[in-house]
């Protein structure tokens, strides 16, 4: 689980070190992938090529320290752009794969972890973020591919968020945005800009690891 | 020409009438300290007030680039988009002199119903200064501004994408009072200060300053409102000039290798007319207010960095010997700390807070500097000793300001003392507005390890601040 890797950020950490750092967090929850992890041994690079955006993962053992940059440590660099990380099919490139395929093959499993369940992403989206100032008072969310509905808080529903199972879970865990998958037309909302706002400022924390989702 | 302004006369379609004015530029400024506002006619001015014409309430909710704020919120803010009001103060109403059928009114934010809105940074400092007037004080203030003139009109520094461009001077050498350099630089200035004087805005005096096509301008203490007032428009009339002659003129704090531009701030208090920082019976001339008042800036430094160096490109000035500050200290004469003290006259008697960065929002950067005296005297504050030698270079035992978007933050998140008389809600949204800007800056091109500013800094800030 999760609770049994020690995470050394650097200190000041900026976007990408703290974006990677959520997204190692919620794979390492499911069980199958912390063995995964723990299976690695060595560091690796990702770089942005869109930006200067880059950072470098070393895992051993329950250790993981994640700082920006590129190292020359790094067995294999991943290039990719960013914004299309979540995109089915997007194959970034990768550097030093053919000198260590296996640390490669792993890694590739480790970061493209399968999807959690997007009704448990909801029930710990709004534990973790209920009592944040602002919050709607009650929320629902619907699932437009798998026609289900979920509704949290009480009371007469204030804001209604629609969009595919696995773009919800994107969002609900912080590996997106709520405003833009909203004005790239993912997501669908029904409520005030107040609560669109709050409910975004949400997602940002938890993609910059402000709130848990253990 | 008739340069009275509107303010002591009651009569304002008599006013307008005598200046021939027919249309009205409303200023107000929003937190980054951008001056946004509308040019109205006559009528329209008129017949909208008291209460001013209204605006879109995301013109005090959205970042310099322009950019809504959608990721934070602040109770001032209507929940479907709705209309705030630039209400004119209009003690400020003046005519242009330049444009002969204008005139100018700076404002603050209010809801349209008139009640105010805390976040405006006009209303929260004309707030602060009535708390210390409510204490039995009245405080001057000034402001020394620097910024760097370049040959290169806007468009061509544009193009250029603002790197080589040639400053106004004779030298390239990093000189200072140089009446060389200066004088290649008299055209300008002198469209500047007379366009000063139409308006009334005391100056002082300027010069050439460090970095090659820098200059100084130095405004004569006023009170606080009107001196950051006085900043907004002069940035202004430097920016219109510059485009009237083809020429361009930066706030950005660090445009340039080497020198930085910085907002140094003075300020006063007096009692019934007389020195409050002055006492004649102390040895060393310092009255317990002006301990007290340091102590407070001292312990709030720290936080108080998020307001006086805002951008990314600002904290980049925070190095050692490069004429800002680096440390939270303070000294009679000491030009090398953040607080430099004045106390050899009643007369003279003010401190220079030489934190401050030519980007600052003044209103914004005068209030915290006011909140940390105010802090000071409430909690009976005692400042740390004096430093009496150089502060720079010091151990690493004397603690560093902090110089990150995330550490200044951070420090300005755990300051109660400013939170009590900025409020908790106005100083966390600002938090907000830092991180959002923090993130942007490395999301959009800005690369965390490079000395020289990003081109995000440059397409942010060269022309808007």
Same mark, same amino acid.
């Given at each position: 689980?999760?609770?049994?890797?020690?995470?050394?950020?650097?200190?000041?950490?900026?976007?990408?070190?703290?974006?990677?750092?959520? #997204?190692?967090?919620h794979a390492?929850?499911?069980?199958? *992938?912390a063995?995964?992890?723990?299976?690695?041994?060595?560091?690796?690079?990702?770089?942005?090529?869109r930006d200067p955006?880059?950072?470098?993962?070393? !895992?051993?053992?329950?250790?993981?320290d994640?700082?920006?940059?590129?190292?020359?440590?790094?067995?294999?660099?991943?290039?990719? $752009?960013?914004?299309?990380?979540?995109?089915?099919?997007?194959?970034?490139?990768?550097?030093?794969?053919?000198?260590?395929?296996?640390?490669? *093959?792993?890694?590739?499993? !480790?970061?493209?972890?399968?999807?959690?369940?997007?009704a448990?992403?909801?029930?710990?989206?709004?534990?973790?973020?209920?009592?944040?100032?602002?919050?709607?008072?009650?929320?629902?969310?619907?699932?437009?591919d798998?026609?289900?509905?979920?509704?949290?808080?009480?009371?007469?529903?204030?804001?209604?968020?629609?969009?595919?199972?696995?773009?919800?879970?994107?969002?609900? #865990?912080?590996?997106?945005?709520?405003?833009? $998958?909203?004005?790239?037309?993912?997501?669908?909302?029904?409520?005030?800009?107040?609560?669109?706002?709050?409910?975004?400022?949400?997602?940002?924390?938890?993609?910059?690891?402000?709130?848990?989702?253990? | 020409?008739?340069?009275q302004?509107?303010?002591?006369?009651?009569?304002?379609?008599?006013?307008?009438?005598?200046?021939?004015?027919?249309?009205?530029?409303?200023?107000?400024?929003n937190?980054?300290?951008?001056?946004?506002?509308?040019?109205?006619?006559?009528?329209?001015?008129t017949k909208t007030?008291?209460?001013?014409?209204?605006?879109?309430?995301?013109?005090?909710?959205?970042?310099?680039?322009?950019?809504p704020?959608?990721?934070?919120?602040?109770?001032?803010?209507?929940?479907?988009?709705?209309?705030i009001?630039?209400?004119?103060?209009?003690?400020?109403?003046?005519?242009d002199?330049t444009?002969?059928?204008?005139?100018h009114?700076?404002?603050?934010f209010?809801q349209?119903?008139?009640?105010?809105i805390?976040?405006?940074?006009?209303?929260?400092?004309?707030?602060?200064?009535?708390?210390?007037?409510d204490?039995?004080?009245?405080?001057?203030a000034?402001?020394?501004?620097?910024?760097?003139?370049?040959?290169?009109?806007?468009?061509?520094?544009?193009?250029?994408k603002?790197?080589?461009?040639q400053?106004?001077? =004779?030298?390239?050498?990093? %000189?200072?009072?140089?009446?060389r350099?200066?004088?290649?630089?008299?055209?300008?200035m002198?469209?500047?200060?007379?366009?000063?004087?139409?308006?009334?805005?005391?100056?002082?005096?300027?010069?050439?300053?460090?970095?090659?096509?820098?200059?100084?301008?130095?405004?004569?203490?006023?009170?606080?409102v009107?001196i =950051?007032?006085?900043?907004?428009?002069?940035?202004?009339?430097?920016?219109?000039?510059?485009?009237?002659?083809?020429?361009?003129?930066t706030?950005?704090?660090?445009?340039?290798?080497?020198?930085?531009?910085?907002?140094?701030?003075h300020?006063?208090?007096?009692?019934?007319?007389?020195?409050?920082?002055?006492?004649?019976?102390?040895?060393?001339n310092?009255?317990?207010?002006?301990?007290?008042?340091?102590?407070?800036?001292?312990e709030?430094?720290?936080?108080?960095?998020?307001?006086?160096?805002?951008?990314?490109n600002?904290?980049?000035r925070l190095?050692?010997?490069?004429?800002?500050?680096?440390?939270a200290?303070?000294?009679?004469?000491n030009?090398?700390?953040a607080?430099r003290?004045? %106390?050899?006259?009643?007369?003279?008697?003010?401190?220079?807070?030489?934190?401050?960065?030519?980007?600052?929002?003044?209103?914004?950067?005068?209030?915290?500097?006011?909140a940390?005296?105010?802090?000071?005297?409430?909690?009976?504050?005692?400042?740390?000793?004096e430093?009496?030698?150089?502060?720079?270079?010091?151990?690493?035992?004397f603690e560093?300001?902090?110089? %990150?978007?995330?550490?200044?933050?951070?420090?300005?998140?755990?300051?109660?003392?400013?939170?009590?008389?900025?409020?908790?809600?106005?100083?966390?949204?600002?938090?907000?507005?830092?991180?959002?800007?923090?993130?942007?800056?490395?999301?959009?091109?800005?690369?965390?390890?490079?000395k020289?500013?990003?081109?995000?800094?440059?397409?942010?800030?060269?022309?808007?601040?």
């Amino acid at each position: 689980m999760t609770t049994d890797f020690v995470f050394k950020l650097e200190t000041d950490p900026v976007p990408i070190v703290l974006s990677l750092y959520t #997204t190692l967090k919620h794979a390492l929850s499911n069980p199958a *992938y912390a063995a995964l992890a723990r299976s690695i041994d060595g560091c690796f690079s990702i770089a942005s090529t869109r930006d200067p955006q880059s950072a470098t993962i070393t !895992l051993k053992g329950n250790q993981i320290d994640i700082h920006h940059g590129v190292s020359d440590k790094a067995k294999i660099t991943i290039n990719l $752009d960013l914004s299309r990380m979540s995109e089915e099919g997007y194959r970034p490139s990768v550097k030093g794969l053919l000198r260590h395929p296996f640390f490669a *093959y792993r890694v590739g499993r !480790l970061l493209n972890f399968p999807a959690t369940s997007w009704a448990d992403d909801a029930k710990r989206f709004w534990d973790s973020t209920q009592f944040l100032p602002y919050m709607p008072k009650a929320i629902k969310f619907t699932s437009t591919d798998k026609q289900q509905h979920l509704s949290f808080g009480n009371g007469p529903t204030d804001v209604e968020i629609c969009g595919k199972s696995k773009v919800l879970s994107s969002m609900l #865990t912080g590996s997106s945005i709520l405003v833009e $998958d909203i004005i790239a037309g993912r997501i669908q909302i029904i409520g005030s800009l107040k609560h669109l706002s709050v409910l975004s400022e949400a997602t940002l924390k938890m993609k910059l690891g402000e709130l848990g989702h253990e | 020409m008739n340069n009275q302004p509107f303010r002591g006369e009651i009569n304002l379609e008599a006013w307008l009438d005598r200046h021939h004015i027919d249309v009205i530029r409303t200023q107000a400024t929003n937190l980054e300290g951008v001056s946004i506002g509308k040019y109205c006619n006559r009528g329209k001015f008129t017949k909208t007030l008291p209460g001013g014409h209204n605006v879109a309430d995301i013109a005090l909710a959205m970042d310099i680039a322009g950019t809504p704020h959608l990721t934070f919120w602040h109770s001032f803010r209507h929940e479907t988009l709705g209309d705030i009001a630039l209400r004119p103060d209009l003690d400020t109403l003046v005519p242009d002199g330049t444009d002969l059928n204008l005139g100018h009114c700076i404002g603050d934010f209010v809801q349209v119903d008139g009640s105010p809105i805390n976040l405006c940074p006009r209303t929260n400092l004309n707030r602060l200064v009535g708390e210390i007037y409510d204490m039995g004080y009245e405080v001057k203030a000034s402001c020394e501004l620097e910024f760097y003139l370049f040959r290169d009109s806007f468009a061509d520094a544009r193009r250029k994408k603002y790197q080589n461009l040639q400053p106004i001077g =004779a030298s390239k050498l990093q %000189t200072v009072y140089l009446l060389r350099n200066a004088f290649h630089a008299r055209t300008f200035m002198a469209e500047v200060t007379r366009r000063l004087n139409y308006l009334g805005i005391g100056w002082e005096a300027w010069n050439d300053e460090n970095g090659s096509g820098q200059i100084e301008l130095n405004l004569t203490p006023s009170d606080p409102v009107n001196i =950051a007032d006085a900043v907004v428009r002069t940035k202004q009339i430097i920016y219109e000039v510059a485009v009237d002659q083809g020429m361009s003129a930066t706030f950005m704090a660090h445009p340039v290798r080497g020198y930085s531009s910085g907002m140094h701030i003075h300020h006063s208090l007096t009692r019934e007319g007389e020195a409050a920082f002055y006492d004649v019976d102390k040895p060393d001339n310092r009255s317990d207010l002006l301990r007290h008042w340091v102590g407070g800036m001292i312990e709030t430094m720290p936080g108080a960095v998020s307001y006086l160096c805002p951008t990314v490109n600002s904290l980049r000035r925070l190095t050692e010997f490069s004429a800002p500050p680096t440390t939270a200290t303070w000294g009679e004469e000491n030009k090398s700390c953040a607080l430099r003290l004045i %106390t050899r006259s009643a007369g003279l008697s003010r401190i220079e807070h030489r934190l401050g960065a030519a980007d600052l929002n003044p209103y914004l950067g005068l209030g915290v500097i006011l909140a940390g005296g105010i802090s000071g005297v409430r909690h009976s504050i005692e400042p740390p000793e004096e430093l009496a030698q150089i502060g720079w270079g010091l151990p690493e035992s004397f603690e560093r300001l902090p110089r %990150t978007v995330n550490s200044t933050s951070a420090a300005l998140q755990n300051d109660a003392y400013l939170k009590e008389v900025l409020g908790t809600e106005e100083v966390e949204y600002w938090i907000k507005t830092r991180k959002l800007a923090w993130l942007s800056f490395h999301t959009e091109g800005g690369d965390p390890d490079s000395k020289k500013p990003a081109q995000w800094e440059y397409d942010r800030y060269f022309e808007i601040v």
